[in-house]
């Protein structure tokens, strides 16, 4: 064998780079334990892999000392105008990667994770952090694999299920506490601490006090499904956690990147009244109500449609407004993912292409009136036909609005460019189709507002 021969099959035969491990480990699919009576295993097995997370913080970037919820106690000033915090976090890869929030390390000129054997505190470097969600990633050297905790998944975490919640509160080490899930989907609104943050927090009455933020939540299982995030100082006993699930869809963007990637659709909603509902067979007000599609947008080009009501979201269901937000936002840019709309009672499955929010943009219309004003009886409004414009069709330029039409967010400006799914172009072809629905039926306005398509129903008036 020549040695051009022999090292071309050294090569073919060498073993390839090691790939890197996943970023957290999972448990094979298995239900809950029949029996809750002894956590003692559970929390054994759990308690190695949650550490303290202790920062140093200038005292002007510390917490705002106003806010309702007191996450980690202030220990007495130190040299330099330093001030000291602690919270908690628990380890996801054996390599030293570890999940915490976002408000324990905000600030932080220094971070140290002390491990559970208490032996010895550790410097950490933050990875990344995103103040929305709440979440950090912390990476510290090891010399040896650490203990980790599997991620499970919080969207089908039953309301009622035992949970366990494992922290730091006031400084002592791997305090467990038990109770139950006891509501999701909850709000942070009113709490101006997360005034920018999501709407769909586990709600616990586990035990959750200062220092117990970044823990873990864990099912039976001993799988992480939350991660302890706040306490409600005007309801004791209840705590809120940030679901695992929206975690793992941030965690990959800040071990890349060091920061969330926000992805948006281009969808205006509304929730789905009952009318809606009816008219597409669904025998509850499940979904969101698409009223406004941006031209040119990630579900334009899908296919969406105004007055789509968009039931499924990457494989997971939409319950209302409420959790829109977060899991349209955790998406993955630029990965295809599968949504499931209902369309005058007809399902309609789309794959779509998010983007990264801040490259929203979409085209601004013009266009020029082609005939005197002509008002619509039954529908308070009045028209004029409008000449299409480069990448736009014709259709009939609202130029006054009052009544129910008003009410519904008709507005002048707007553009109606088809009536009950037919394209319209003339007054006098819209009034032959308004001929043909009795009164009180329903009128089904698409309309173009600058860059948006937009939907509205109206009712004939008898």
Not at 90 to 108: E, L
Not at 339 to 361: D, M, N, S, Y
Not at 400 to 428: H, K, T
Request: hydrophobic content about 45%; aromatic content about 4%; glycine content about 12%.
């Amino acid at each position: 064998m020549g040695r051009v021969a022999a090292l071309l099959l050294g090569l073919l035969l060498a073993p390839a780079a090691p790939a890197a491990p996943p970023l957290w480990t999972t448990l094979p699919p298995g239900g809950q334990p029949a029996s809750c009576a002894d956590f003692s295993r559970l929390i054994a097995r759990a308690r190695p892999a949650v550490v303290a997370v202790h920062t140093r913080e200038r005292e002007e970037s510390a917490a705002d000392s106003g806010a309702p919820l007191p996450y980690w106690p202030l220990f007495p000033e130190v040299p330099h105008r330093q001030r000291r915090g602690i919270g908690s976090g628990f380890i996801i890869r054996a390599d030293g990667y570890i999940v915490t929030n976002h408000h324990v390390v905000a600030g932080a000129e220094s971070i140290t994770v002390r491990l559970a054997d208490g032996a010895r505190d550790v410097p950490a470097r933050l990875v990344g952090s995103d103040e929305r969600s709440d979440v950090a990633l912390l990476k510290i050297d090891s010399s040896r694999p650490l203990p980790v905790l599997p991620l499970g998944r919080s969207e089908t975490l039953p309301v009622g299920s035992w949970v366990v919640a494992i922290g730091n509160p006031f400084g002592l080490a791997a305090v467990a506490t038990k109770g139950i899930v006891s509501g999701k989907g909850r709000s942070l609104d009113d709490l101006p601490a997360f005034r920018r943050g999501y709407f769909d927090f586990i709600q616990t009455d586990a035990a959750i006090d200062m220092g117990s933020s970044g823990g873990p939540l864990l099912n039976l299982r001993g799988e992480v499904v939350g991660i302890n995030t706040a306490i409600n100082a005007r309801a004791r006993g209840i705590g809120f956690a940030v679901p695992v699930d929206l975690a793992k869809a941030i965690l990959p963007a800040l071990l890349e990147h060091g920061r969330a990637e926000r992805a948006y659709l281009g969808i205006r909603i509304e929730r789905v009244e009952w009318e809606q509902a009816r008219r597409n067979g669904l025998p509850e007000t499940r979904g969101v109500q698409v009223t406004a599609v941006l031209e040119g947008g990630p579900a334009a080009r899908a296919g969406m449609h105004p007055g789509d009501i968009l039931v499924e979201l990457g494989g997971r269901r939409i319950r209302g407004t409420g959790d829109v937000g977060w899991k349209v936002s955790t998406l993955p840019v630029g990965r295809p993912c599968r949504l499931v709309v209902l369309r005058e009672g007809r399902r309609v499955e789309l794959q779509l292409t998010p983007v990264a929010r801040a490259g929203r943009k979409g085209p601004v219309q013009g266009g020029s009136t082609a005939v005197a004003g002509q008002a619509l009886a039954g529908l308070d409004l009045a028209v004029v036909a409008q000449e299409g414009d480069a990448g736009h069709q014709a259709g009939l330029l609202v130029v006054a609005v009052a009544g129910q039409a008003a009410e519904r967010g008709v507005r002048i400006g707007d553009v109606i460019v088809a009536v009950n799914d037919e394209p319209v172009s003339s007054g006098e072809q819209l009034q032959r189709l308004l001929a043909k629905i009795p009164a009180g039926g329903t009128v089904r306005l698409y309309l173009r507002r600058r860059s948006q398509r937009i939907y509205v129903a109206l009712d004939k008036n008898k």
